[in-house]
C-alpha cells in the first residue's frame, strides 16, 4: 500500500491511505482510527511517522482527539477531504492534461470528447 520509492513522503502517504478509507466508508464519522502504534505495525514503519500523518490530518480537522481515547473522524471529514483533493490533486491533474493537450495540438473541444468518452466508458456504457 505504501510505496517507499515514492517522491512523497511516507506520512503524507499514511494520511492519504486514511483519507481514502474514509473516502470509502471504512472509517466513518465519530469512529475511532488506528494508533500511530497499529499503523506502525501495519506498515512496518516507526510510530513517529505514523503519528506524524494523523496529526496532518488532526491539523486539517479531518480527525480530532479525545484525550486519552485516541483519534476520531471528524463530523466534516469527508466534506474537507473531498474539496481538498478536488482543488489540489483534481486541479492538478487537469492542469497537467491540458498542457499536454496542448503540446499534442489537441482542441479543447476534441480533449472534453475524450474526457467524456472515457466517463462513458468507466460508467459502463461503452463506446
Not at 471529514?77 to 496542448?102: F, P, W, Y
Not at 462513458?120 to 463506446?127: A, H, P, V
Request: net charge negative; proline share 3%.
Amino acid at each position: 500500500m505504501l510505496n517507499p520509492d515514492s517522491m512523497k513522503p511516507i506520512y503524507v502517504q499514511i494520511a492519504e491511505w486514511i483519507e481514502t478509507e474514509i473516502l470509502d466508508g471504512n472509517l466513518d464519522t465519530g469512529q475511532k482510527v488506528f494508533s500511530q502504534y497499529q499503523l506502525a505495525e501495519m506498515f512496518n514503519i516507526n510510530p513517529a511517522t505514523a503519528a506524524k500523518g494523523i496529526n496532518l490530518l488532526a491539523d486539517e480537522e479531518i480527525l480530532y482527539k479525545k484525550r486519552g481515547l485516541g483519534m476520531f473522524v471528524a463530523p466534516e471529514a469527508r466534506s474537507i477531504i473531498l474539496e481538498n483533493r478536488k482543488n489540489t490533486k483534481l486541479n492538478g491533474m487537469v492542469a497537467d492534461l491540458v498542457k499536454e493537450a496542448g503540446h499534442l495540438m489537441v482542441e479543447e473541444e476534441e480533449l472534453v470528447a475524450m474526457i467524456r468518452e472515457v466517463c462513458r466508458k468507466e460508467k459502463g456504457e461503452g463506446s
